[in-house]
């Protein structure tokens, strides 16, 4: 097997090894099966590129009789199947078994640009704890290729872990890309720049305390909380907006609650209780 390919088995090896690591490379996913005999001619041709490319992506190996599942949710109608992976979304695909010229054209497509290697060396720098050597990779990446979003995307998130919240808000404000990372990043300076500005916890706690009514308060509050990440606390505070006056503040109980969501995203447990908590609110 070469080096720079491996078997996945299961949605949960599936999300980790193909989806996440596609933010970081291209994942090339051959859907094949044992007794299918072009997945046999096909397989020796990928394994080769995965090795000549040198990890410019990977190579995943998925049996489809052994993984219906993830086939049926794939769209695969038949084998062999190859779908290509970026940025935790399909990319490119095609069945059958194609030549190697062919195959080398598909992955052309696929495997990163200048602009795309140097964000991949910027994670590596981030990584080890390097946050001004990724930053500066970032900005030769961006130099490289202005359009790409990404790399603002990566710059924001190292600028929210440095607490640069008004370079981060900068670099988001550009962005238009619809990902649920970049709606993470924005929930998560919505709830720092709430955590840096105002009231304490203490002095909101108390002015809770004094009248519960003190919805203000309340919200405040809860953005600090997430902010710090007591997500519960927070979910807690929010809801209880809405209980006590769902139009208060144009709806903002439910808004921010909504806001959290993004940020744990959907597979997260308290998202499914605050979920279930917030339509009973509404009901």
């Known amino acids: 097997m070469s080096a720079h390919a491996l078997d996945v088995s299961g949605a949960a090896e599936f999300e980790r090894q193909v989806l996440e690591e596609s933010r970081r490379r291209p994942v090339v996913v051959d859907f094949w099966a044992p007794w299918c005999g ?6 020796p041709i990928l394994e080769k590129l995965a090795d000549e490319y040198g990890g410019k992506f990977l190579l995943a190996k998925v049996n489809a009789d052994e993984n219906q599942e993830l086939s049926a949710r794939y769209g695969v109608r038949g084998i062999p199947a190859v779908k290509a992976f970026s940025q935790g979304r399909l990319a490119d695909e095609f069945s059958g078994a194609l030549p190697e010229a062919a195959v080398r054209e598909f992955l052309d497509r696929l495997v990163p640009k200048p602009a795309e290697v140097l964000r991949l060396k910027a994670d590596e720098q981030l990584r080890r704890g390097d946050a001004s050597g990724a930053l500066k990779l970032l900005a030769e990446a961006a130099a490289l290729d202005p359009a790409n979003e990404w790399v603002r995307v990566d710059a924001a998130a190292i600028m929210l872990d440095v607490g640069d919240m008004a ?55 809860a953005k600090l909380l997430a902010a710090a990440r007591d997500y519960a606390g ?11 006056d769902r139009r208060y503040g144009d709806d903002a109980g439910r808004r921010a609650l909504l806001a959290v969501f993004d940020l744990l995203g959907p597979g ?6 605050y979920r279930r908590k917030l ?5």
């Open 167 to 221: 370079e981060a808000q900068h670099l988001l404000q550009e962005v238009r890309l619809d990902d649920a990372r970049v709606a993470q990043l924005r929930s998560r300076l919505e709830f720092a720049q709430a955590a840096a500005s105002g009231e304490s916890a203490e002095a909101l706690a108390a002015r809770i305390a004094r009248n519960s009514d003190d919805l203000q308060a309340r919200l405040q509050l």
């Open 268 to 273: 997260h447990p308290l998202v499914g209780e």
């Open 38 to 43: 072009p997945c046999r001619s096909l397989k």
């Open 279 to 283: 339509a009973s609110a509404l009901n």
């Open 234 to 244: 927070a979910m807690e505070q929010m809801l209880e907006v809405v209980r006590r």
